[in-house]
């Protein structure tokens, strides 16, 4: 199962854009890359997932490099209350087993 | 929002007590899970359900059971619980295409 290696933690200006890179070079052709994130002492909250093109949803953006052994997740004008700590996952659809949240990246956002 | 909801939210209990935290969600969800979290730490899948009368164990051992007699009631249960239980519990299940909402967690303690 492949495994993800992200920074422990980042910081970012309230109101700039938070760019959250995320390694898994040994992703398989079937695996998805999911960010979640989790804010202190609540269950983790989805964010948004992808296979291999670029995605955007109302929360965040999600890119995939063309080989797929990393990608970025941006929140486009963080707020103080995006501060929690984001996880990158990978994980074969449908696969109930093979979830495995890694330590994540605390993102701090300041004033 | 999903709507999923556990209770309760902050458990203190003794040594040997026999407890059931609960888990409901009412989105009609097929599948549903619970893992395990110590503070600062990933998640760990313990349990997880593909519908009613279906229950597996996940990559963590533990020694809580749990049932699935309603689409939308996963609880689960501690015999006896020690101190080696204390940890928070995450309730999730899954909207497709695959993804999981979190309910806000169990935070036990046992003494």
């Known amino acids: 199962d492949a495994k993800t290696t992200q920074p422990p933690s980042m910081d970012c200006a309230e109101g700039r854009a938070a760019n959250l890179p995320c390694n898994h070079s040994?992703?398989?052709?079937?695996?998805?890359v999911y960010w979640y994130r989790q804010i202190h002492s609540q269950g983790p909250q989805y964010i948004i997932h992808?296979?291999?093109n670029n995605e955007t949803n109302e929360m965040a953006s999600l890119i995939i490099t063309e080989d797929r052994k990393s990608s970025t997740l941006i929140l486009p004008h963080a707020t103080l209350r995006d501060t929690a700590v984001y996880y990158c996952?990978?994980?074969?659809?449908?696969?109930?087993?093979?979830?495995?949240f890694g330590s994540g990246t605390k993102l701090n956002v300041k004033p | 929002e999903a709507d999923i909801y556990q209770t309760p939210r902050y458990l203190v209990i003794g040594t040997g007590k026999k407890i059931t935290l609960e888990c409901s969600q009412t989105?009609?969800?097929?599948?549903m899970y619970w893992y395990q979290q110590d503070p600062g730490m990933e998640l760990h899948l313990i349990h997880y359900?593909?519908?009613?009368?279906?229950?597996e164990k996940g990559d963590l051992s533990s020694e809580s059971t749990v049932s699935r007699i309603r689409t939308e009631h996963f609880p689960l249960t501690l015999e006896s619980a020690r101190p080696s239980h204390t940890s928070q519990y995450l309730c999730?299940?899954?909207?497709?295409?695959?993804?999981?909402?979190f309910g806000p967690g169990t935070r036990l303690t046992v003494l």
């Open positions: 999730a299940s899954d909207r497709e295409p695959d993804t999981q909402y």
């Open positions: 040994t992703i398989s052709g079937n695996e998805y």
């Open positions: 359900s593909y519908g009613v009368n279906s229950t």
């Open positions: 992808g296979l291999k």
């Open positions: 989105m009609g969800h097929d599948k």
């Open positions: 996952i990978v994980r074969v659809l449908y696969n109930f087993n093979k979830f495995y």
